[in-house]
């Protein structure tokens, strides 16, 4: 049989339905769906996502005789179930043609409107609806989207000003008007002259007439739109594969704009801001969708009760509300009964949150779009266990619904209680993506890098604005609602936004805004918030949030499921502390050089390194002993009744050197020794490559008294904690361990210690004595190592560093640039490389167990807090993953997941 390329939906029956979303797209799926279930939906098909990756390899004319056929049968249909004709000057199919992938990227991709039309079709179109005004609107915008989209009219400049809305500015100026629909009918077919006269002038080509011409050029300019950089960005930022490519659906077009019986909408099932049962969304009368989502008209709530409450957030009386911004329950009664209906049925059938598109032509309802709505880490907590609690759905799938990596955003900053009393609120606006956020302003989105903290501040959002609201700490708009691109990009990013401030005059050219009286240069402070729509002056501090409710509710579920522990990467007992509030159960890497860093321990670490004798050394180390010893009691302390791996010295030894001459000199001084004699011993440590040099466990073998030291001042730590009646665990561990020799002799010098310090205090504890896995040579070893050493802790930093032999120092220069080209999926510091340094962790886990099958292992690199890596560690069968104070959670949730999966 021949592959089928086109799938075909209307009037309640589909040849596709909702599992077919990698085929069909999620728009696609969703539609034969919805009529599956009997939801109105215009009719229409979709042509499969394999069709894009055979346009990507084939070209456009192989891929258009493959298709041809199938889109001939396939828009036949639609004329049959609309009693029209595609390319016909009476009765003429208009259609529409979008874009949809596999995971929905709003906004990345193209989308046509009213195709079909013509210089004849548009007098059938006037004739038939008995309304020449819209039909000659409709063609003025087709021929606008088609002409930027298809025919690539507009240009990548930074003002952004698409070359039709010049021409229609201008004449609009010349008339004296504003808005669009005050043009006349003689003002609309001008502009459509115009309009195809700017399109001969830059493209050198008449506009196309014939409707099949024009469905080719569009149907390819959506394969193409695949490829553009928003959505290659979009994608690269989402994690989603080039070769899924995009699915592009053919629709009858429905008109919300053919009068005041019509209307068009977005719509949520529940808030997509704060999760909160309530039917919300916004509409336009006598609108076509963009209008909605562009932000130039102000739309209008559907429900009365979302409508009162944004007009309370507007200050507008009630009686005014109700004539200016009527909702859709006051508008239209009883199409809102209907579109009610739908939403519930809706979300009965999908079991979650649903983001819905719809119009109202002439006083009947049609669904464009239904899909999982995207929301904010706050809404999706709330939404999954408000299912779990109407027992819509069970513990497992309210769990496996939760984006790990978006708990992010409940750790996220508020502004500080005391510091928001006294700010000066410049204006509101809407409450479009929640948290705070204080910053310098920008006004392009290129140039949110150029502070630490930017606030980018634009009249509006366009998708090609991605890259820079993602670099941005929040996002200001003067216009749009709460679905415009800015707010739902921001929620999807987990960005404080604020949306459709109208008080802003936001001037591009003089790089200022003015809100009142008060005009704001670039670079200016402003603070944001983005959970209530306040914009304030000046710079208002932030704190970091408190968790509980639904949050705690999510860990405690998580642990339920879990197999792994979560640990934490903590070298102060303040992080150790904070972790343990995040539910961390022990430590699984404190690094003990962050210790000597402060005050007096750097001398006397200096001293010990310039020594140039064992007993010099041991002189100074004698020094460090107490620091170490009361570090270790703290962080064991905060960790008590949990395991604590303590990780012996592992940079190299030059990192604590002075390398300016001032403080050499210094040095000097205060050691009694000659500057050149400190210079000498600087340049002696000075190595090629340090990161292969002189440190870990070589530190260590070659100088035993700095083992012996850490040993004894964790021991002693441990043994008076236990005195005073708390509970350390103590788990020594050596880095950077390449043969089974390396660890033996470090073991066997702590263990002596140990036995002294017992017998010195006349009293013991138990310890452990592991190693880090982070050099390929251990992992490919671990059944030798594994005889001698009681844990494993996987070093995934320097095990990838070592496996690509790519610098972690040096990697920037060239890590965006592999990524960008594809060479490299992720960065592999990042997220871990399963293939490659995966291999090794399993085979070390494997041959470790091996040797002594209880052998406890872990992860302490970069990689135990990404939820990729915590699934993969998970199915290796580790003990613990460990990662920073922050990342717990997220951790936590992750372990859960994997358990579940
Ligand atoms: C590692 O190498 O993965 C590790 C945790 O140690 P560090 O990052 O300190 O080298
Ligand atoms: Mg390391």
Redesign the pocket.
Known sequence: MNKKRVYSFGNGNAEGKADMKNLLGGKGANLAEMNLIGVPVPPGFTITTEVCTEYNELGKKPVVELLKPEVEAAIHNIERLTSTKFGDAQNPLLVSVRSGARASMPGMMDTILNLGLNDEAVAGIAKKSGNEWFAWDSYRRFVQMYGDVVLGMKTESKDEIDPFEKIMEAVKEVKGINLDTELTVEDLKDLVKRFKKAVKEQTGKDFPTSAWDQLWGAIIAVFDSWQNTRAIYYRRLNNIPDEWGTAVNVQAMVFGNMGNTSATGVAFTRDAATGENLFNGEYLINAQGEDVVAGVRTPQEITLEGSRRWANLQNIPENERATKYPSLEETMPVLFKELNSVQQKLEDHYKDMQDMEFTIQEGKLWLLQTRNGKRTGAAMVKIAMDLLREKTIDEKTALLRLEPNKLDELLHPVFDSVAIRSANVLAKGLPASPGAATGQIVFFADEAGNYENSILVRIETSPEDLEGMNVARGILTARGGMTSHAAVVARGMGKCCVSGAGSLRVNYKTRTVTIGDITLNEGDWISLNGSTGEVYEDKVMTRKPDMSGDFGLIMEMSDKFTRMNVRT?ADTPKDAKTAREYGAKGIG?C?TEHMFFEGSRIKAMREMILASTTTGRKKALAKLLPYQREDFEGILEAMAGYGVTIRLL?PPLHEFVPHQLATQKELADEMGISLDMVKAKVAELEEFNPMLGHRGCRLGNTYPEITEMQARAIIEAALNLKSKGIDARPEIMV?LVGTIKEFEIQAEIIHKTAKKVFEERNDSIHYQVGT?I?IPRAALTADLIAREADFFS??????TQMTFGYSRDDAGSFLPIYINKGILKNDPFQVLDQDGVGLLVKMGTEKGRSAKPDLKVGI???HGGEPSSVEFCHNVGMNYVSCSPFRVPIARLAAAQAAIR
């Open positions: 990467n890497l690094r592992d880095p880090m982070e996987f070093g995934t930093n320097d095990l302490c690199g970069e």
